[in-house]
Structures are given as structure tokens and as C-alpha cells.
T-cell receptor, first 116, second 111 residues
Framework: AQTVTQSQPEMSVQEAETVTLSCTYD???????LFWYKQPPSRQMILVIRQEAYKQQNATENRFSVNFQKAAKSFSLKISDSQLGDAAMYFC?????????????FGKGTKLTVNP | DAGVIQSPRHEVTEMGQEVTLRCKPISGHDYLFWYRQTMMRGLELLIY????????DSGMPEDRFSAKMPNASFSTLKIQPSEPRDSAVYFC?????????FGPGTRLTVL
């Protein structure tokens, strides 16, 4: 079964600085999707960024970017110019590619604190 | 679009009572998911539907839990009888083209 591991239960960053959240996963599949979700105190799960495994180019969404290392099964999230509103739990998630299960497998999450 | 709608947002009940959680997915989405979030177990999938048909219910903890999707715009998750260990946040999500959009969740407390 696929597993997702987030080894950092908590991280902190100074406002305007850059922080990287780590995620590793285990799968025998060659095609799949990876996601980062943000869960602020309101508990709403918000999709931050997605990556298709067949794409070599790392995904970017404004201040959020990923470092996808397929061979190492690593999928880290970089937040640049951190803002107070970035404070939240961040979850890494895995999903099989089309034709497989639609199930999202989540990591345990990393709690990010942004210090003013 | 209003996004995924869940009701109620909070539910407090006593052990042994029946609890029904409701979800309205985003219009046009063909998949619907029910997740449970606890501190101990994190986010776990309970069941998901495709075009109103249950596809994978392997995450449903036991027979006390049941889920239905009578039409494309409505789903329920029922717990009968409820137990204190069912206390959690229950999320509904819907998807189209591989991206899941979550509702605000229902915080269930079973006393």
C-alpha cells in the first residue's frame, strides 16, 4: 500500500523568509499525482499545489513551489516570502493516476508557524 | 459556485444516538468522498462514490457507519449507534479531473 511520510511535525519561519516542508512517499506505481493541502485554523482543506509524476518540471503557484525528486520519492514544498496567513497545517497527499484508485493518501501533516 | 456544502457544521450528541451528516458536492463533479480526521489517525478515507455508486468502502470502520448517495447532488453519512470514539471532524470532498475540493467539515462530538 502507498504511504506518505512527513517527518517534520512542526516548523517555524520568520515573516518574509523562505521555508521548505518535506514529504516522502512509497509507491510501486510509475504514474501518480502528488498534492500539498493547507489547513488553517478554520479547518478548511485548501489545495495549494499539484504535481503529475510524468512531468519533470516542478510545479509552481505564485510563492509556492515544489521540488519533485521521482527517483528519491521526495516531494517538498517551498514557501517563499512567507506571510502570516501561511500559518497552517500542511498535508502532503498521494493519488494514483487515472484508472487507479481515486483515494487520496495523506501524510500526518506539518504545523507551520510564521513569526512576525 | 458555492463549493462543497456540509451540514451541520457542529454536532454534539450522546452515545447511542443516531447521527446523520450531509453533503452537497460541487455541481458537475463525478466523485464524492467522505474523510474522517482525528489527532490519532490523521485524515483517513471512509468511502467514495463515482456517479452515485459506492466504489471503495474499505475505510468504513464498522457496520455502525453507512453512506448513501441517492443523487448527484446529495450524500449522507450515518452513524448508528454513535460512540465517543466516533468524535472527529468529518469532511466531504468532491472531484473532477483528479483534484479534490473539500467542504468545511462537520465537527462531531459524542458524549
Amino acid at each position: 500500500a502507498q504511504t506518505v511520510t512527513q517527518s517534520q511535525p512542526e516548523m517555524s519561519v520568520q515573516e518574509a523568509e523562505t521555508v521548505t516542508l518535506s514529504c516522502t512517499y512509497d509507491t510501486s506505481e510509475s504514474d501518480y499525482y502528488l498534492f500539498w493541502y493547507k489547513q488553517p485554523p478554520s479547518r478548511q482543506m485548501i489545495l495549494v499545489i499539484r504535481q503529475e509524476a510524468y512531468k519533470q518540471q516542478n510545479a509552481t503557484e505564485n510563492r509556492f513551489s515544489v521540488n519533485f525528486q521521482k527517483a528519491a520519492k521526495s516531494f517538498s514544498l517551498k514557501i517563499s516570502d512567507s506571510q502570516l496567513g501561511d500559518a497552517a497545517m500542511y498535508f502532503c497527499a498521494y493519488k494514483e493516476a487515472k484508472g487507479g484508485s481515486e483515494k487520496l493518501v495523506f501524510g500526518k501533516g506539518t504545523k507551520l508557524t510564521v513569526n512576525p | 459556485d458555492a463549493g462543497v456544502i456540509q451540514s451541520p457544521r457542529h454536532e454534539v450528541t450522546e452515545m447511542g444516538q443516531e447521527v446523520t451528516l450531509r453533503c452537497k458536492p460541487i455541481s458537475g463533479h463525478d466523485y464524492l468522498f467522505w474523510y474522517r480526521q482525528t489527532m490519532m489517525r490523521g485524515l483517513e478515507l471512509l468511502i467514495y462514490f463515482n456517479n452515485n455508486v459506492p466504489i471503495d468502502d474499505s475505510g468504513m470502520p464498522e457496520d455502525r457507519f453507512s453512506a448513501k448517495m441517492p443523487n448527484a447532488s446529495f450524500s449522507t453519512l450515518k452513524i448508528q449507534p454513535s460512540e465517543p470514539r466516533d468524535s472527529a471532524v468529518y469532511f466531504c470532498a468532491s472531484s473532477f479531473l483528479d483534484e479534490q475540493f473539500f467542504g468545511p467539515g462537520t465537527r462531531l462530538t459524542v458524549l
